[in-house]
């Protein structure tokens, strides 16, 4: 039967890591160098699972301050944490939202396109490299589908899976390891956790950001998710709502845009599809 493939390493010429939220995909061949700095800068912002001996090798310990656009605090105030309280309980209030988030590095460009709502979620994924999916979430209910190379290298098919799924769509029952990492960041309370700062958090000034009028709110992103710092920037009025997050270090950057609170979302299940677990070892 065929068997789902061992994580690669970074000798691979992809090298894939989860993390919590996201899934993400570089193409190589790098040095290590490279590979450490695509993984720390990725980690921040979605699904990593990673490895002691990547961790040892690459070190995710400190990370760059935010760079370009991302503002720097202004002053520490007490209100900050409030600030951030409110507006992700107004944004699950509101029930759904679009989310489109660009992952730039030395290794390309990720883009991610979100269509979530409380229990449900569409994620489009696509990389400058050629790899594309898609994730169905549906009531609880996961289903991914992707070209060749996202089957091989991002779901660690073997070659005789992928070839027999084609363009299927795929199952993954609650009961799989892969599950969690399928399903992160492809419904709203997983769209808002990833881009919610925490520790110590500062209020930024006031600015404007794509025409809208916000507050910065600016702290560490979650230590799980590979550690650094980023701000996250709401909208100023009565109801605060996450308009941009943005991280970054030297050699990446991550814009997250949240557009269309409240849109109509209908996600429906495939009419067909294949269980994960059949490809298991």
């Not at 010429?13 to 700095?37: L, M």
């Not at 990725?42 to 990673?50: C, E, G, N």
């Not at 109509?264 to 677990?277: E, Y």
């Amino acid at each position: 039967m065929p068997g789902l493939r061992a994580s690669g390493s970074v000798g691979d010429p992809f090298v894939k890591q989860h993390s919590r939220h996201r899934t993400v995909i570089a193409t190589g061949p790098f040095d290590n160098g490279d590979v450490c700095e695509i993984l720390r800068a990725l980690a921040r912002s979605k699904k990593v699972i990673v490895g002691s001996i990547v961790v040892s090798l690459c070190g995710f310990a400190a990370s760059s301050a935010l760079a370009g656009s991302a503002a720097k605090p202004a002053a520490s105030l007490s209100s900050a944490s409030g600030l951030l309280r409110t507006a992700v309980r107004d944004a699950e209030a509101k029930g759904s939202v679009h989310e489109i988030e660009v992952i730039r590095s030395t290794a390309g460009v990720n883009t991610y396109r979100d269509d979530v709502s409380r229990t449900s979620g569409l994620q489009k994924s696509t990389s400058s490299t050629g790899i594309s999916t898609d994730v169905l979430v549906v009531n609880g209910s996961a289903f991914f589908d992707g070209n060749q190379p996202a089957l091989r290298f991002l779901y660690e098919l073997s070659a005789t899976a992928a070839k027999e799924i084609g363009t299927g769509w795929v199952s993954v029952p609650k009961s799989t390891a892969l599950y969690l990492v399928v399903v992160g960041d492809v419904t709203l309370p997983s769209a808002l956790e990833q881009v919610s700062p925490v520790g110590p958090l500062t209020e930024t000034g006031p600015t404007v950001v794509d025409g809208i009028r916000v507050v910065g709110i600016h702290g560490k992103t979650p230590a799980n998710a590979g550690g650094g710092t980023e701000t996250l920037y709401v909208s100023r009025s009565g109801q605060p709502l996450p308009v941009v997050a943005i991280y970054a270090s030297a050699n990446s950057s991550t814009r997250a845009t949240f557009t269309r609170w409240s849109e109509h979302l209908t996600v429906r299940a495939p009419a067909r599809s294949v269980s994960i677990t059949k490809f298991a070892k």
